[in-house]
Structures are given as structure tokens and as C-alpha cells.
């Protein structure tokens, strides 16, 4: 028997990282044990029909291909679309006001040593915004980062 939950009330839904939800493939329904396969977009559907109309509905993706770009005409209402590279470049890439550096950390803990290393030699004056790939670590550096005075 499938559990139920009640959406009527929801106001906002957010689709993260929508080109990784994406690049998931139909796989078999484990609860159940039965062969049946639900995508991710036939799921999303079920749960859109669920919301109130007037719910907000929201999709971030760092790259908008195709499936994403179909994914969102289909559910987005009256989108407004928000691109950082340069109108100027047709292959992509950050806008010229923005700086890109990749830092090469080893482990977790590196990453925060290489946070406070750009601060203390000028490189990052917060604020600053910094993406994380979850939650969690996203809280996890904000509470080391507000230890640190930052």
C-alpha cells in the first residue's frame, strides 16, 4: 500500500541541481518488489498535480540543456530566466565580473583550510557566496566560518 502525503497546503516547490535529477534513469520500484518503473519526470508530474495552483514553483540547474530546458517550459509558470555567462560568449562560461578559480583540496577538511586561506590573503571579502553541494555541508561551513568571525 502507498503512503500518502498531503500537499494541499504547499507553497513553494524548488527543483535543484534539475540536470542531475535529470540524469537519473527509470529504475525498479523496490518497495513494492514489482517490475514497474517510474521516472523521475512521471513522478514530478504526480506531484505537481498535487500542488495548489498557486503554489511557486522554482528550478536551478548549473547547465540547461535540452531534457532541462523541456522540464522546465513544461512546469514553470511565467519563468524568468537567469544565465552568469556574458551574453557575448556562445560556448558558455561565467560573465567577465565574475572570477572562477579551481583549488584542488584533498579531503573535506581542506576545503574549509582553503576557505580561510583566500579570506585571510584578500582573495574572498565576504559576503561572498560560496555553493556547496548540500545542506549539510553548506551549514557545516557556515557555522566554522561564523566561528572564525568571518
Same mark, same amino acid.
Given at each position: 500500500? *502507498? !503512503?500518502?502525503?498531503? &500537499?494541499?497546503?504547499? !507553497?513553494?516547490?524548488?527543483?535543484? *541541481?534539475?540536470? !542531475? &535529477? &535529470?540524469?537519473a534513469t527509470d529504475v525498479k520500484d523496490h518497495q513494492s518488489g514489482s517490475a514497474h518503473t517510474k521516472t523521475f519526470v512521471s513522478q514530478l508530474d504526480t506531484i505537481l498535480a498535487a500542488i495548489p495552483s498557486s503554489a511557486i514553483r522554482a528550478l536551478f540547474s548549473a547547465t540547461i540543456t535540452p531534457a532541462?530546458? *523541456? &522540464?522546465?517550459?513544461?512546469?514553470? /509558470?511565467?519563468?524568468? /530566466?537567469?544565465?552568469?555567462q556574458s551574453a557575448e560568449s556562445k560556448i558558455g562560461g561565467a560573465n567577465s565580473d565574475i572570477t572562477q578559480e579551481l583549488l584542488f583540496c584533498g579531503k573535506e577538511e581542506g576545503k574549509l583550510l582553503a576557505v580561510r586561506q583566500l579570506v585571510a590573503r584578500g582573495e574572498i571579502r565576504p559576503p561572498a557566496l560560496i555553493f556547496c553541494q548540500s545542506q549539510e555541508r553548506a551549514q557545516a561551513l557556515f557555522s566554522e566560518l561564523l566561528y572564525d568571525n568571518l
Open positions: 500500500e *502507498e !503512503r500518502k502525503v498531503k &500537499l494541499d497546503s504547499l !507553497r513553494l516547490v524548488v527543483l535543484d *541541481e534539475a540536470d !542531475r &535529477l &535529470l540524469d532541462v530546458q *523541456e &522540464l522546465s517550459d513544461s512546469i514553470l /509558470r511565467e519563468a524568468v /530566466r537567469m544565465d552568469i
